[in-house]
């Protein structure tokens, strides 16, 4: 019965125990078996079980008192806030988690502004109550000033022993509205994540909004106008299982059978191909922030590269890519990602699922490049950064950062934010402990080492989320780096005017460290404008030709160290220097 479905979804701040209080919901209402039951059960990947993070949202149906209750587990990091914002899209509540020994945090409040946005019904939590640590007191009183709520409107629960999750299952029947039903109209399904199966092609994850759905029909895309059918129809428990049908306000899957993944876009509305339809609000755009080079050690993997970030994008909609050629590295990828840790998680993926061997260069922003005729370009390789004689000027993306912090810290934030060329906006007070510092910061300045640097002055307990604020005008130039006199394009980078002496500086001496030596002696320069303005050397290795000499005339010894230093000579002029994906990485991480 339609009055008998919930749909909701759990938001919070990166560590607030997601995934864990997923995890005694299923234990809880039999939906897997004590012996199937393992940690972050939702997390697919391997590699979100190693680092203890949701990378992927993640659907899941369960059933309690007679109810029907479809929930999407999210990611909490700022660079999967997209992915957050599709699930909001295909349930009407969401539990907003906060950790009763951090208070709340800076993701818990922009997501919560993401489904205030949505019209979602919110339900307090405060997880985490067995930890020796917590204060439960002082998170009432935070979601008190944050939401307006009662003190009794705040649920207490920990995910991991179970205390209070079954009332929490009961609030969410009580509390979250079911779905709007019209069985009536014909079919509308929005489609808010979708996979590829090599067996079975592409499976769409849909929210049905009107109409039902039954295996064997022929169905279309409203805004591709791609037709397929419908193969299969099922929900998740949190395997496929197979369904009759599924009707309006429900949470499943429709197995499409395209092998092309650029078909079943995420965003796009379902219908049957004979209905004339409006498609349903898809979602906005999002826009790359970071840009980088992705290119495979081995050139003839350039086409095993290409399948493998087609079917990354499938259900991945923040990755954009475009092809590109290197002198230095060949064919490869200029692909666009929301931030550091989206770039890492995307090259570890084609590491492990793919198993290819990569170099990525140096991440940087796309720059608005405003020429002397008029034109403008978006430039966001440093390899096509204009002559300077032709630029009129140069301008940079800025964000809109929030940074959660207890105030004793706020001096050694404020300093950070300067040093960053961050420009204060002001400082609001959640209660007498707690501040939220607004700051205007290039993006350029927020992708290196930022993050690391704020848990750093602040102990740990700073957190911090940004949006896109503007465009602003910026005084950049272009830094090459020279090993052995040669240019390598992918280690070329955008850096300020100002500070570019103490940046090529910095990159030569790691390069010095982790390149190895070789039979001649290498130079490492970093030059601005075909001026050199910082450089290192390493010295070649040496063999002693004269070891084998017993007595005799010194001249038999000068001879021999003659001709070697005549062979150092000629392969100083021929030699060349291999640098190593560690070289690339460090310098990554400057």
Request: proline content about 4%.
């Given at each position: 019965m339609p009055n008998n479905i919930r749909n909701f979804c759990i938001i919070a701040h990166i560590d607030h125990g997601k995934s864990t209080l997923a995890d005694r919901m299923l234990e809880i209402t039999g939906t897997v078996s004590k012996r199937d039951m393992k940690e972050q059960l939702l997390d697919q990947m391997d590699i979100e079980r190693e680092r203890g993070i949701t990378i992927k949202l993640q659907p899941v149906r369960m059933n309690w008192q007679g109810y029907e209750l479809n929930l999407i587990d999210t990611p909490g990091h700022v660079d999967f806030t997209y992915e957050v914002s599709r699930s909001l899209m295909a349930v009407e509540g969401a539990l907003m988690l906060v950790d009763a020994t951090q208070g709340v945090q800076a993701q818990t409040l922009a997501n919560l502004y993401l489904a205030l946005d949505n019209n979602l019904t919110i339900i307090p939590v405060i997880n985490k109550i067995d930890l020796p640590a917590a204060d439960v007191k002082r998170c009432q009183e935070e979601i008190i000033n944050l939401l307006g709520c009662?003190?009794?409107?705040?649920?207490?629960?920990?995910?991991?022993?179970?205390?209070?999750?079954?009332?929490?299952?009961?609030?969410?029947?009580?509390?979250?509205?079911?779905?709007?039903?019209?069985?009536?109209?014909?079919?509308?399904?929005?489609?808010?994540?979708?996979?590829?199966?090599?067996?079975?092609?592409?499976?769409?994850?849909?929210?049905?909004?009107?109409?039902?759905?039954?295996?064997?029909?022929?169905?279309?895309?409203?805004?591709?106008?791609?037709?397929?059918?419908?193969?299969?129809?099922?929900?998740?428990?949190?395997?496929?299982i197979k369904d009759a049908k599924l009707t309006s306000g429900e949470v499943g899957y429709i197995v499409t059978g395209l092998h092309e993944v650029s078909q079943c876009k995420v965003g796009d509305t379902i219908t049957f191909a004979d209905a004339r339809v409006e498609a349903l609000p898809g979602y906005k755009e999002v826009k790359p922030m970071v840009y980088a080079g992705v290119f495979c050690k081995d050139g003839s993997d350039f086409n095993r590269l290409r399948e493998a970030i087609e079917k990354l994008k499938l259900n991945d909609a923040a990755l954009s890519y475009e092809p590109e050629n290197s002198q230095a590295l060949g064919f490869g990828f200029r692909c666009g990602f929301l931030g550091l840790l989206h770039l890492e998680i995307f090259q570890e993926r084609l590491r492990r699922e793919f198993g290819l061997d990569l170099?990525?260069?140096?991440?940087?922003?796309?720059?608005?490049?405003?020429?002397?005729?008029?034109?403008?370009?978006?430039?966001?390789?440093?390899?096509?950064?204009?002559?300077?004689?032709?630029?009129?000027?140069?301008?940079?993306?800025?964000?809109?950062?929030?940074?959660?912090?207890?105030?004793?810290?706020?001096?050694?934030?404020?300093?950070?934010?300067?040093?960053?060329?961050?420009s204060y906006l002001n400082t609001e007070y959640l209660d007498e402990q707690l501040a939220i510092l607004h700051y205007q910061v290039p993006l350029t300045q927020l992708i290196v080492d930022f993050y690391d640097k704020?848990?750093?002055?602040?102990?740990?307990?700073?957190?911090?989320?940004?949006?896109?604020?503007?465009?602003?005008?910026?005084?950049?130039?272009?830094?090459?780096?020279?090993?052995?006199?040669?240019?390598?394009?992918?280690?070329?980078?955008?850096?300020?005017?100002?500070?570019?002496?103490?940046?090529?500086?910095?990159?030569?001496?790691?390069?010095?460290?982790?390149?190895?030596?070789?039979?001649?002696?290498?130079?490492?320069?970093?030059?601005?404008?075909?001026?050199?303005?910082?450089?290192?050397?390493?010295?070649?290795?040496?063999?002693?030709?004269?070891?084998?000499?017993?007595?005799?005339?010194?001249?038999?010894?000068?001879?021999?160290?003659?001709?070697?230093?005549?062979?150092?000579?000629k392969m100083l002029g021929i030699g060349k220097v291999d640098i190593p994906p560690d070289a690339f990485l460090a310098v990554l991480k400057r």
């Open positions: 009662k003190k009794e409107e705040i649920y207490c629960a920990s995910g991991k022993t179970g205390e209070g999750v079954k009332e929490i299952l009961d609030a969410v029947i009580r509390q979250v509205p079911p779905p709007s039903r019209d069985d009536s109209r014909p079919l509308r399904a929005l489609i808010f994540d979708s996979i590829y199966d090599e067996y079975r092609g592409v499976i769409a994850y849909v929210r049905i909004f009107e109409g039902e759905i039954i295996a064997g029909k022929k169905i279309k895309f409203v805004v591709s106008r791609e037709l397929a059918e419908a193969l299969e129809v099922g929900h998740f428990s949190p395997k496929y170099i990525v260069t140096v991440p940087s922003v796309a720059f608005n490049v405003y020429l002397r005729n008029g034109k403008m370009e978006a430039v966001y390789n440093p390899v096509s950064f204009p002559d300077p004689t032709l630029i009129d000027q140069v301008d940079e993306p800025i964000m809109k950062v929030d940074i959660f912090t207890p105030k004793e810290y706020l001096g050694a934030i404020m300093q950070l934010a300067t040093e960053k060329r961050g704020l848990k750093s002055v602040s102990s740990g307990y700073a957190s911090l989320n940004y949006d896109f604020f503007g465009y602003e005008k910026t005084d950049v130039v272009k830094m090459d780096i020279l090993v052995a006199e040669e240019k390598v394009e992918a280690l070329s980078l955008i850096t300020y005017r100002d500070s570019a002496y103490s940046v090529g500086k910095k990159i030569v001496e790691i390069l010095k460290s982790t390149l190895s030596r070789q039979q001649f002696m290498v130079k490492i320069q970093a030059a601005v404008g075909g001026k050199i303005i910082a450089a290192e050397r390493i010295s070649a290795l040496r063999k002693d030709v004269t070891e084998h000499l017993y007595g005799g005339d010194w001249s038999r010894r000068a001879k021999l160290l003659e001709k070697q230093k005549k062979g150092k000579k």
